[in-house]
């Protein structure tokens, strides 16, 4: 599978409403960004943030389904909210479509809304670039931005404590993979 940037974006672009396309563009155009900063792949860093909501939309049952049928995908994830379920179900529905084999922008596309532990830089680049792109605003996200320019690791600590401290907040569950990232990067 070798797709450019614009059919990773082409093929996305039907899955999504308007504004989570023009998301999409501004997570690539940020991971480019964050890629080139701190010295990773940077076709990889593109696709996989072209590439990372494209199950956003789907309907829930087909995800559940997928999240029951693939033992690939754990279970527990069925426990937690289904906001966290387009990252690793649209991983391998992306396999399944286009051929995407590639670990790493698997990886990354996996585990964008939830860090893992042990990321690598590639998981980061597309976690932080989601977190931080131009078009989000709230809470905390300019001082993410702000560590972003001179530490990857830092700038993910910081989101994801934000990401932790914000569910708590609203007595949310947090999903496991979300505190075994953030405790690997402390």
Same mark, same amino acid.
């Given at each position: 599978?070798? #797709?450019?940037?614009?059919?990773?974006?082409?093929?996305?672009?039907?899955?999504?409403?308007?504004?989570?396309?023009? =998301?999409?563009?501004?997570?690539?155009?940020?991971?480019?960004? %964050?890629?080139?900063?701190?010295?990773?792949? *940077?076709?990889?860093?593109? #696709?996989?943030?072209?590439?990372?909501?494209?199950?956003? +939309?789907?309907?829930?049952?087909?995800?559940?389904?997928? /999240?029951?049928?693939?033992?690939?995908? $754990?279970?527990?994830? #069925?426990?937690?909210? =289904?906001?966290?379920?387009?990252? $690793?179900?649209?991983? #391998?529905?992306?396999?399944?479509?286009?051929?995407?084999?590639?670990?790493? /922008?698997?990886?990354? *596309?996996?585990?964008?809304?939830?860090?893992?532990?042990?990321?690598? *830089? %590639?998981?980061?680049?597309?976690?932080?670039?989601?977190?931080?792109?131009?078009?989000?605003?709230? $809470?905390?996200?300019?001082?993410?931005?702000?560590?972003? %320019?001179?530490?990857?690791?830092?700038?993910?600590?910081?989101?994801?404590?934000?990401? /932790?401290?914000? %569910?708590?907040?609203?007595?949310?569950?947090? +999903?496991?993979?979300?505190? =075994?990232? +953030?405790?690997?990067? /402390?």
């Amino acid at each position: 599978m070798e #797709l450019t940037r614009d059919e990773a974006l082409n093929y996305v672009k039907p899955y999504l409403k308007v504004k989570r396309y023009e =998301h999409t563009v501004r997570v690539a155009d940020q991971a480019v960004e %964050l890629a080139e900063r701190f010295g990773a792949d *940077i076709r990889k860093a593109e #696709l996989a943030a072209a590439l990372h909501d494209y199950a956003k +939309y789907k309907p829930l049952d087909e995800m559940k389904r997928w /999240i029951c049928e693939d033992r690939r995908l $754990p279970k527990d994830l #069925l426990d937690y909210h =289904h906001e966290l379920w387009h990252g $690793p179900v649209g991983a #391998l529905m992306l396999e399944r479509e286009i051929g995407l084999h590639d670990p790493e /922008i698997m990886s990354a *596309i996996r585990c964008h809304t939830t860090g893992k532990k042990h990321m690598s *830089i %590639l998981d980061k680049i597309v976690f932080l670039a989601d977190y931080i792109e131009p078009g989000r605003d709230f $809470p905390g996200v300019d001082e993410v931005r702000d560590k972003a %320019l001179t530490s990857l690791d830092r700038a993910c600590a910081m989101a994801l404590k934000n990401t /932790i401290v914000f %569910l708590i907040s609203k007595e949310r569950t947090v +999903y496991p993979d979300t505190f =075994h990232a +953030y405790n690997n990067l /402390i």
